[in-house]
């Protein structure tokens, strides 16, 4: 819990003035273009930690990087206190930095807490439940626009955030353990065999020559890229189109959470590959009706096209565990921080891109790069090999 709560205050500060287009101006008097480079910076960093966080994930220990990059975050949120006007806007803009660094740490290490701690019934809804949280703090974001209004509000509200951090990093260093007494599964132990016999660049190797990794790392990876983009660009691309602060704000929140609610369904998903493939066919359709609804080309009040945004988002939402599941079964004996994090790396850079061209392009073609990518993804998905090779040694075993 401790591991899912920082997790999600990371992406709660990560996009805290997306959806306050007005107050961040009022306060900081910049232009919108500056609010998403605050968010594009998060992916750019993200791709610089990555290695290094995986390195120490696997040669430190979990406890370890939990506490280090803990304290970045509560720290990067705390210089933002210092941002109370025009010339202390770079305050602001380092306290994002630094928030950012931690990301690699609970984007790509979920699988590392559920393959480390628990049984092979349970790992499927933890990495859920992990990433689930990292989503509601998007969500939480979203949500707490509603009750910014003005600069002085906005500037209370990243005290709260420094100051949850903190609590939550005090009781890490004095609850949180690196490991349990004996590994729950057969292969857990073997993953540790496996991490002190070979090196992170073997496995990275390794797992780029996995004709099936490589086909859920470009489909999902560059997918749900392109998914985190267009929700933390959304306050500024769908503005101009006529949507107000709080119906974006309630398109945000409710794509979010939706995944969160329904989610968990995968406990009862048996067959990864048929989950994902249905996901983001769903979510292509649903997207593709979105984009019609705003282009006025199909009828639909506000409901209606909050009904498309959430279930969209939403399949999107469910089907990430899935695909971070699915990925670490058909890399298996490798690192499950490689498997995911080669994920969450083409995720951060796609991300990255598309929040920078978002500015130029307007919300209309934003909104057709989601349908073609998630098309795109759902056609090459088709035609994934599924393997069970982590959870056939450990049913052997049971056998």
């Known amino acids: 819990m401790l591991f899912s709560l920082l997790g999600m205050m990371q992406n709660v500060i990560w996009i805290t003035y997306s959806p306050v287009v007005k107050p ?6 910049i232009s919108e273009d500056m609010i998403n480079y605050i968010v594009a910076q998060a992916a750019l960093v993200f791709l610089f930690v990555l290695p290094i966080s995986t390195w120490m994930l696997d040669n430190w220990g979990l406890r370890k990087c939990v506490i280090i990059f803990g304290v970045i975050q509560t720290v990067g949120s705390g210089i933002r206190i210092v941002g ?10 380092a306290g994002q930095v630094l928030n950012a660094i931690p ?3 609970w984007s790509a290490a979920p699988t590392r807490v559920s393959n480390l701690w628990f049984s092979v019934k349970e790992r499927t809804i933890v990495t859920f439940g992990i990433i689930m949280a990292l989503n509601f703090g998007v969500t939480t974001g979203f949500l707490e626009s509603f009750g910014v209004n003005h600069k002085m509000e906005l500037w209370w509200l990243v005290v709260i955030h420094t100051a949850i951090c903190l609590v939550l990093i005090i009781l890490v260093i004095f ?10 599964t057969v292969s857990a132990s073997i993953h540790s065999h496996h991490v002190t016999e070979r090196g992170m660049w073997m496995d990275t190797k390794d797992v780029m020559t996995n004709y099936s990794y490589v086909i859920i790392t470009a489909a999902v990876g560059g997918t749900l890229g392109c998914s985190y983009g267009w929700n933390a660009a959304l306050g500024t691309n769908l503005g101009p189109l006529g949507f107000s602060q709080d119906q974006i704000a309630w398109l945000g929140a409710g794509a979010t959470f939706a995944g969160i609610v329904t989610g968990v369904l995968v406990i009862f998903i048996k067959r990864l590959k048929l989950a994902i493939v249905l996901l983001f066919l769903t979510a292509t359709i649903f997207f593709l009706w979105f984009q019609l609804l705003v282009m006025r080309i199909l009828p639909g009040n506000f409901i209606v096209i909050f009904v498309a945004c959430v279930v969209g988002n939403m399949c999107l939402n469910i089907a990430l565990p899935v695909a971070y599941e699915m990925a670490v079964e058909i890399t298996f004996p490798v690192s499950e921080v490689i498997s995911t994090g080669i994920i969450t790396q083409i995720t951060n850079l796609t991300t ?12 209309i073609a934003m ?10 993804s759902f056609l090459a998905l088709c035609f994934l090999r599924e393997n069970y090779y982590r959870r056939n040694v450990d049913n052997k075993v049971e056998e």
């Open 24 to 29: 961040t101006i009022e306060l900081f008097e």
């Open 84 to 93: 109370t006007g025009p010339s202390t806007f770079w305050w602001v803009f």
């Open 103 to 105: 990301g690699p740490i």
């Open 175 to 184: 609850t949180f353990p690196d490991s349990p007494p004996t590994p729950p």
């Open 352 to 363: 990255l891109i598309f929040i920078i061209i978002s500015g130029y392009i307007g919300g």
């Open 367 to 376: 909104n057709w790069i989601m349908v073609g990518s998630l098309g795109a």
